[in-house]
């Protein structure tokens, strides 16, 4: 029997999620050509990546909306989509819808737990009890489909700032904090990569959300032998700014000052509106820059939600440099991007290359897709032209061994 | 005695020549930082390259303004240098200005023929004469400061465009059309780099005009041990777009169109409001993208004199690309630049790195300085990270070998 | 009976033509508010202005397109109209696209008559031949439709320049020529505007092309009694100008130089991208700055075709200007519009009031429209606020006298 | 005798309150056009204002900086002013410089406070001691320099938000809280206010602060019969604002979100990063856009120091708007100004038109600066072309009563 993958995807109707799914979709019915997804490039072809039409999707969400109602929102308020792609992916859209299941909201913040929908959320009275949950919801998935492998990939809602403690620095620990009733030892997004973790399933964090990011749960992946990444997905302003900076370095400009503002709309930037979730996302988008300059510059970054942008945003960066003989110069930048457009593609990316890494029996932090994310777990290097020489030079080896 | 060198500056009283002048002043007084200077990052601190202390400047002008009087005009018109800079080079700046000699305009177009003072161009019945003539200039400046090596660097305006023929493809072709009287068969620019390259004076082209572009010129260069480097100094724009097209590239974003528009005053502005002279400048400006992109995405580049800017340059760029599902997105930037203040530093580069070479027994074209040109010679890579890598190569074993 | 009256668009099935007639069917059957359109500002909710289910379309074209497929490719190429908006609008679409005849290619350039379907090309010997048929075509959707009331608007693609000479400066030396075999004295535009005038329909022209503006018109349309208006539609780049501009005045900061970039796709980018059809283009746009300073400022306005816009424009000015002490400072903005989605709803408000002056009536050009045109016919000022106010204080008074 | 007048400026070696010296000085001696000044305008020619040599400056200020070390600051960190400005205007900025006393700082918020130098605060107990030191130095400075007129206007730096109360409802009530100990019943802002408009001396508010906004000072500015204008000068972003605004009204265009960010350095912008200071800021700049629009539109500005600015500032506004069936449109702009340089030449308008309305016997608020105004007093209209024809019209019936 043929091979076949699952893609389970933690706030799997937001707008990223539908988009990675109704573009799984046309990729496999070979509708829509590959543009924006880093492992169809011409230099990979050598590569044994699963093929679009492999996958299945599933996955968790807090809201009622299925993929179908998911994507014609975003086509009729952000005018993406033709109404050929949303005619075409319609019954794969409405077979993937089969597969979402109540997700879990435990120390999400009180903006991400107001979009929720009553019947939409898994009620549970501790850690132990939510990660038995999603583990019953993973195993039913995999049965179903007879999956030969699945992956599952965090793309919902950016979560408050989380405190670490001396519980999460060991499986040990962690594991007998569980049972507490009360305050959850850990946010949503960490229960969810531990519940796919210890099953062996790779976790993949496109949020800057805590995730997999705790000792324990790196413990964790080592002792079940199971690859994860993260963290934050590199799609727009930031991936700008971890081009640009190091031309910055390499002629000697002195940057002084480096402003980001962003604005957006939709989810994502209703859950950004609130100053405790807005935290979480500026500490990983600010603390970029130190590190590629090598000196300290004043940055900052703010992001505004903006209803009328809809899944649209927009980053206007201004950069005061200063040149030889002291003389201050600048360079602007507007970036207008459509969020969930630039973050599926790279979705389906980390799917592929995560589950090719599992088959290459690698296990831990995978250290050569620091190109795809702000927060790259395991990497101090933010160069993006050095973290992609990394990827290359992992598959280029990956492409040989075949 | 004290090892001392010469930098020979073609259109040396321009915004770019005179800035290096006042720079190298600064410098070799330890009053200004080397911001700005490749050549001085950290990273090649073990490379034996001159010091700015070493330096003595001479060159070429068409007009009789010297050091002295061009600063002070671009300290009003442009508001660099402070009044500080400006006192502390002062006799630097007039000791230097006694080394400018007349300059030839043979084939320069109207426009930069127009800016000639007539006391200040050498006028000359053929090639010959003006090669001998530039060759003068030349011995008697290294002669008079008992200079150890010089570099002559050519950062005058650019000339009209020039159709290469069978006279240039040999040395022999080349000299047996030197005598002639009539339409010179090189023009200006070419001239200078003919005279440098058979006294064994290495020559860099900082400019779009052919210089040492010919097949002729190679010969020569290679017959005489000497090295040369060019074309066109990669300041702003064309940099940031090398910088920014291989991102696109690496990401499979699909590049739809990409427009840069260009305004700029000063003299250099004035020059290039010449549609014979501008279409040459394009014509290195535009090359760029195809050959980064690997397909043809519309291009336009436009540039026009604007005479309030003075020497400072705004380009204002343009970048549609087509994401995942035809998404149609946008990036526009504006980089707003002191052109001399840009270009001045990587003269200083340039000429410290060329000397390095010539006694590193080097020849023929330096491929290992492409990221310092918009047209790097002998080199099809445009990607500004793999070109500074090249660059990092060479002087990492030039550094190691000492 | 109910009132009925005739919207004829000359390049009827161009972006604005189409665009006018899809938003006339919805806003008569109240499915899309009026945003957009001036006359419909509650400031003239008293003036007896046509309503738009009084309204039926027909007009000249020379491609076979029809209403339909002209709508149909807006939205798939530019994303504009809802997939709910073609469908409510189709039945109107395809009753006016019968109306549709073939129209004229006359000195339109050889850009415009590339364009050109073979079949839907009036094609005649003399220009009184074409004025003819353009009759014919006019009485026969009069008649058709028994239409109280019909005016024609020019919303061609722009014609290249036009020399005025004495066989324009009256009727009799006009009418003279009209049956001349070779070069028509009249170019198509204004064929079209002496075929309505003489019939006493009131003709308005959206474009830079002559149309109208030549003494024998003016001369025709006072002996008729019958009004006209025009030149050149002012919705984007120019708007801002004569808005901005007026500031600067008043605040007594002085502007150096104003610099527009203008990219655009779609038919009329095509258009434009001919020189000569531009040089007219470029004439209207730049005449403005000088009379709303009241000084020279250096001016410089371009228009590049990038076929990926398609009917989106985006425009970028840069504006110098001096302050106090010499000081100077910057201004830029990009406008980012959608060509035919800002020109419709004018091409419906200069509908209303042409149709509304000549009940009134008024004849020759009609001066209080002068804010919708970049090149106002009869009047000098291009302040926006003040031309404005000749529209307000007109339509008061007209909204009064009811 | 010839006539003499005085101006004084509360926080006047800022960097608007010695542009504005440094300004008069060189406009006094012809040595710079009167370029930035609204009263300046060949419009106005016939009124009948203080000429500039008329003025002897003076001042409040809390730090032992003088006006020739503030303009030599300036001319360094931020590039404006020439060396030959500097040298002309130097004894009259010495002169004036003995003009200056110590500033209060009741109230200015710990910012503030913090750049206060020790010996240049006037200590004192209560509000009342402190209106009395005020009109020693007031006095002394009118009878030293014999002066026919005063006018004060306050160009310190923003005080935080100020809760009005039943005490400052009328004279009465406000007189009676004078003398307590303890928190002052009025910012330092209003102390200054109330002392010159006690003595007949106009006041002027070009900032945020409370100044002489309060029911009880503007019973007192008609008891004395005294006029005063404010507050908050409308010199950049907010100016581009109330222009832009009535366009996109006038064409029906629904503005959706509005955007401004804001950066800058200098003082000012280093008192705006204290969240306190911040909000009086932004509540006046933000409170502008309803009012134009007449609907509410999502609107955000944010101000943030960026101390690589000094005295320039950068705006970015981002327009978001709809048109015609429902399609979105952008408009962007930056502004890039030096707000001293912008601010000091409407500092010299309101001073001679304060005066002007002094002499015409006008008292209270002087509804016709309205257009000098982010919050003009007394004023609902925000449109600057309303505001400025409210000028225009002023000034023309003053000019012909002459």
């Known amino acids: 029997m043929s091979r076949r993958v699952g893609l389970w995807l933690i706030g799997g109707c937001g707008g990223v999620g539908s988009t990675a799914a109704i573009g799984l979709s046309l990729l496999a019915k070979g509708l829509t050509p590959s543009v ?168 993949v964090n496109f949020t800057p959300s805590v995730g997999a990011s705790l000792p324990a749960l790196d413990e964790l992946a ?19 700014k971890t081009v640009l900076a190091p031309m910055f370095v390499l002629r000697n400009l002195k940057v002084r000052s480096w402003v980001g503002h962003n604005i957006l709309g939709a989810g994502d930037g209703r859950v950004l509106a609130d100053p405790e979730n807005k935290a979480t996302k500026i500490r990983t988008k600010d603390a970029v820059l130190g590190s590629l300059l090598g000196y300290k510059a004043q940055s900052h970054v703010s992001i505004e939600y903006i209803e009328s942008m809809d899944d649209w945003k927009t980053a206007w960066d201004h950069i005061h440099f200063e040149g030889f003989l002291g003389t201050k110069m600048m360079m602007q930048f507007t970036w207008q991007g459509c969020d969930s457009i630039l973050a599926a593609p790279l979705v389906l990316d980390l799917a592929r290359l995560t589950l090719l890494a599992q088959r290459r029996k690698e296990s831990g932090v995978l250290r050569h897709l620091a190109c795809f994310f702000k927060s790259p777990m395991g990497v101090e290097e933010h160069d993006f032209f050095i973290q992609n020489q990394m990827l290359v030079e992992y598959l280029m080896q990956a492409g040989a061994r075949q």
Do not use: C
Request: hydrophobic share 40%.
């Open 222 to 240: 080592r002792m079940r032998n199971v690859p994860y990444a993260g963290k934050d997905g590199k799609t727009g302003e930031t991936l700008i």
């Open 36 to 203: 924006g997804m880093v492992s169809a490039l011409p230099l990979f072809a050598d590569v044994d990546l699963d093929a679009p039409e492999t996958f299945v999707v599933g996955g968790h969400d807090i809201r009622t909306a299925r993929f179908v109602e998911a994507v014609r929102s975003l086509h009729e308020r952000s005018g993406i989509f033709t109404s050929d792609q949303l005619r075409a992916a319609h019954d794969d859209l409405v077979a993937w819808g089969e597969n979402i299941r109540p997700g879990t909201i435990i120390r999400a913040g009180s903006t991400i737990s107001g979009m929720a929908d009553r019947d939409s959320v898994a009620i549970v009275a501790t850690a132990f009890e939510a990660i038995d949950r999603i583990q019953t919801d993973l195993t039913e998935f995999r049965d179903r489909h007879s999956l030969d492998q699945v992956v599952v990939i965090n793309t919902a809602s950016t979560e408050p700032e989380f405190a670490e403690t001396d519980d999460h620095q060991s499986v040990q620990n962690l594991t007998a904090q569980l049972d507490r009733e009360g305050e959850s030892v850990l946010p949503a997004s960490s229960l969810y990569a531990m519940a796919a973790l210890e099953m062996g399933i790779p976790y």
